[in-house]
């Protein structure tokens, strides 16, 4: 398939035959994460391949449940990692900046490193005739990071579950391109064009039946109610996400030690 067509085609899968995936076809799409740019070419980022069926289990249970979690034949853990750069260092008998407290640029291109892998391998497996879904709610999680042992300097930043598709869901809405592209400076959007892309938004994933088919929501649960729901903080959650934060050295000022 052409990169276009792959890139256009793609959507998310959440429904998986149970069919093993050949293991060159995983390496060949992990391959595909590494082309990926990296900033300065640091490669801050490290991917565990979850195989033992004890640990599958016990993410889907950490990440939500969601059942393609299982479902799925490969689940693919996408940590940002400066740790790997900081004993790098340390072998060379260098102190970094990172175990002083400082470097948070470093730790934000990590985590923009492993999301640009990340898509990679999402494009690779969709042109291996493949589906993917992401599972964010391993951002941060600190049962995740206690499930696969992940040492300070790394943050799991999401899941990949790839499988066979059994499902042939259609193209996602996106909002409308004059929302999103800007020409010289920053647009400030008016009150009718913003109503105008949540309503394209609503009208599209209510034709799919979107929310009714994967979150058993009513029908009249729409995309704003779904904004709604994740702009309204929970502060309990929010302290753990912080604490994790800290836990895992991607805290600004927080040294990787
Ligand atoms: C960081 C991230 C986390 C996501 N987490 C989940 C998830 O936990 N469960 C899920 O069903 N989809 C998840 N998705 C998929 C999005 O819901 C999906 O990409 C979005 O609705 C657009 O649909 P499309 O990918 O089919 O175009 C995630 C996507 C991203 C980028």
Sequence with gaps: MEVLDVIMKRRTIRKFKSKTIPEEAVIQIIKAGQRAPSACSLQTY?????????????????????????????????????????DIMNARGYQTSLE???????????????????????????????GSVFIGSALANPKVIEILNIPKGVLPISLLCIGYPDENPPIRPRL?????????????????????????????????????????????????DNVKRKLISDEKREKVFVKTLKDQGFHPFEPVK
Excluded: H
């Design 46 to 86: 490290s991917i565990i391949w979850v195989k033992d069926e004890e640990k599958r289990r016990a993410l889907w249970e950490a990440c939500g449940k969601q059942p393609f979690i299982l479902e799925a034949p490969v689940t693919l853990t996408i940590c940002a990692d400066v740790k790997k750069l900081i």
């Design 176 to 224: 409308p391109l004059e929302t999103v592209l800007f020409i010289d400076s920053y647009k400030q959007l008016s009150k009718t064009e913003l109503e105008k892309s949540v309503n394209y938004m609503n009208e599209k994933l209510a034709e799919e039946g979107y929310y009714t088919k994967y979150s058993k929501r009513s029908t009249d649960f729409k995309w704003i």
């Design 100 to 130: 002083m407290g400082l470097g948070y640029a470093v730790k934000m291109f990590a985590i923009i490193d492993a999301a640009l892998a990340a898509e990679n391998m999402v494009l690779a497996a969709e042109a291996l005739g493949l």
